[in-house]
T-cell receptor, first 112, second 113 residues
């Protein structure tokens, strides 16, 4: 079953605007990650936030985590056409090596 | 640096034919290895994972099997493909310790006809 659920499912904005995507999950987690997928390609890891962290930055990316609400958000500032992709949140639920649980993703389109 | 290779990139197979997708990792030892499937417009579903040679854990009972004959080689197989096996298959690896960041291959688009 899906652990993470992203919303919106699709988002279209103008270049230069900020894009915000949200992820909700159901069970306690060790960490939460965000990945990006260009069409027809593999996923690329963007950022990891641990369960004891509330906010993390990496370049134009800002991730927040609210464990009380079981939710996370990914903010991309000053968006570029090259940011067009699908974005997935993934949770590490059980720890160890037994895989991540992914949401269905948000498809982001940046209009030039 | 570590790299992951997955092939082929695309594959069209008839129903009832066998399947073998291969994934190899370079530049690391004892990686954790994973096979995921992604249906159109959906998230990723974990199919198999492996923490060592010959050690395979299955997440979803299905028509597929996985094997790890060597430390950095992970193979996804089927004896007889079904139409429902169509999808985008992704191999991934993560370090054996130090967190669960996954590094993905470029994927195989499988169409069963």
């Amino acid at each position: 079953s899906q652990q993470g659920e992203e919303d919106p499912q699709a988002l279209s904005i103008q270049e230069g605007e900020n894009a915000t995507m949200n992820c909700s999950y159901k069970t306690s987690i060790n960490n939460l990650q965000w990945y990006r997928q260009n069409s027809g390609r593999g996923l690329v890891h963007l950022i990891l936030i641990r369960s004891n962290e509330r906010e993390k930055h990496s370049g134009r990316l800002r991730v927040t985590l609210d464990t009380s609400k079981k939710s996370s958000s990914l903010l991309i500032t000053a968006s570029r056409a090259a940011d067009t992709a699908s974005y997935f949140c993934a949770t590490d639920v059980r720890g160890g090596a037994d895989g991540l649980t992914f949401g269905k993703g948000t498809h982001l389109i940046i209009q030039p | 640096s570590q790299t992951i290779h997955q092939w082929p990139a695309t594959l069209v197979q008839p129903v009832g034919s066998p399947l073998s997708l291969e994934c190899t990792v370079e530049g690391t030892s004892n990686p954790n290895l994973y096979w995921y499937r992604q249906a159109a417009g959906r998230g990723l579903q974990l199919l198999f994972y492996s923490v060592g040679i010959g050690q395979i854990s299955s997440e979803v009972p299905q028509n597929l099997s996985a094997s790890r004959p060597q430390d950095r080689q992970f193979i996804l197989s089927s004896k007889k493909l079904l139409l429902s096996d169509s999808g985008f298959y992704l191999c991934a690896w993560s370090p054996d310790r130090g967190g669960m960041i996954a590094f993905f291959g470029q994927g195989t688009r499988l169409t069963v006809v």
